[in-house]
């Protein structure tokens, strides 16, 4: 179930409707009845009387409102969060594929881990008209009441894909094996099934995309992906794979926005139309675990150069649709 902006709309006109009929008409009993101060009192308890009537309609009225929303979606608590975001519509970007295509690709969204700096790099980069896409790890993710309204207020502007199911890693002696790396088929299903489910409670927009945790997935989850009509993006050189990233987890350093544009570039001259640029909200980060205030400038930096290197920034979709005409 999701809320239009109408719904919300609808409802605050009706409400305005229901409240002024309800202070109006005692307050004409009211007046009526200061100015007949003087006259012999006759129709004392009739103000009492309309504003008990009009206040039992309101509560009637709001009691089947509220039920309404809260039974037309599983979890109550999240679906009047998405409701109340209806009430300011969400301004979209135009999006239109051009010759040099970005897509920003924010991987390991998720309930309270980080969740704070991912809200602020899709705040950072919708300001800038530039759509994102963020790879949403599924498990618990309705818990972050604050993540969940954000996501819900600007669900125009931002496309979910689905980053693994709890993202968990499993250590195989020095390896870190990913969540989708050993599955089989039906495992594999399971997990994207729960994980769409979960992702569904909080948006309905389509889910196009699945990025693997640790960017490796095999062979039998690949064929899993399918029955969902999602598209991989890993690392590699698929079409959808990342080409540049924020982070070098060789030698654990970020990448400067100048060599992140340099490597676009290159995808660009080799013939390719689209460059994934794979970031996280832990590239922020100092040994520490610390936010880090300057490295999240070399962010802004690389939003900044996107728009003065005129690349497109558009979603998955978009670049689906192109090529699926
Ligand atoms: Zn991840």
């Known amino acids: 179930m999701s809320f239009g902006p109408i719904t919300g709309i609808s409802f605050v006109i009706s409400?305005?409707?229901?409240l002024i009929g309800t202070v109006l008409r005692p307050l004409f009993f009211l007046i009526s009845a200061k100015?007949?101060?003087?006259?012999p009192k006759t129709s004392s308890?009739?103000?009492?009387?309309?504003?008990s009537m009009v206040a039992s309609i309101f509560i009637i009225y709001a009691s089947i409102a509220t039920l309404v929303v809260v039974e037309t979606t599983q979890n109550s608590r999240t679906s009047m969060l998405a409701f109340a975001s209806t009430l300011i519509p969400c301004d979209e970007i135009d999006v239109a594929p051009g010759a040099n295509n970005v897509i920003l690709r924010l991987d390991d969204v998720q309930a309270y881990g980080w969740s704070d700096i991912s809200m602020r790099m899709m705040k950072d980069?919708?300001?800038?008209?530039?759509?994102?896409?963020?790879?949403?790890?599924?498990?618990?993710?309705?818990?972050?009441?604050?993540?969940?309204?954000?996501?819900?207020?600007?669900?125009?502007?931002?496309?979910?894909?689905?980053?693994?199911?709890?993202?968990?890693a499993i250590s195989d002696f020095d390896e870190v094996i990913g969540e989708f790396e050993k599955l089989?088929?039906?495992?594999?299903?399971?997990?994207?099934?729960v994980g769409i489910d979960e992702v569904k409670h909080i948006?309905?927009?389509?889910?196009?995309t699945f990025i693997p945790p640790q960017n490796r997935i095999s062979i039998e989850a690949t064929a899993a992906l399918g029955e969902y009509n999602l598209f991989l993006s890993k690392s590699?050189?698929?079409?959808?794979?990342?080409?540049?990233k924020t982070w070098n987890y060789d030698d654990n350093?970020?990448?400067?926005?100048?060599?992140?544009?340099?490597?676009?570039?290159?995808?660009?001259?080799?013939?390719?139309?689209?460059?994934?640029?794979?970031?996280h909200p832990q590239d922020f980060l100092d040994a520490e675990g610390n936010f880090t205030e300057s490295k999240y400038q070399e962010y802004i930096k690389l939003l900044e150069l996107i728009k003065t290197s005129e690349f497109t920034t558009v979603r998955f979709s978009d670049m689906i649709a192109l090529h699926n005409k």
């Open 35 to 39: 100015t007949k101060s003087f006259a």
């Open 203 to 208: 948006s309905e927009s389509p889910i196009v």
């Open 45 to 51: 308890n009739k103000p009492i009387l309309a504003i």
């Open 125 to 168: 980069s919708i300001s800038r008209d530039m759509p994102i896409v963020a790879g949403v790890i599924p498990k618990g993710i309705e818990e972050d009441y604050q993540l969940v309204r954000f996501l819900e207020r600007e669900s125009c502007n931002i496309e979910f894909a689905l980053h693994g199911y709890d993202h968990g």
């Open 184 to 193: 089989n088929y039906t495992d594999a299903s399971h997990k994207l099934s």
């Open 15 to 18: 409400l305005l409707v229901v």
């Open 253 to 279: 350093v970020s990448v400067s926005a100048i060599d992140v544009i340099k490597t676009c570039n290159e995808t660009f001259a080799s013939g390719d139309d689209l460059c994934v640029i794979m970031l």
């Open 236 to 244: 590699g050189n698929g079409y959808y794979d990342y080409d540049a």
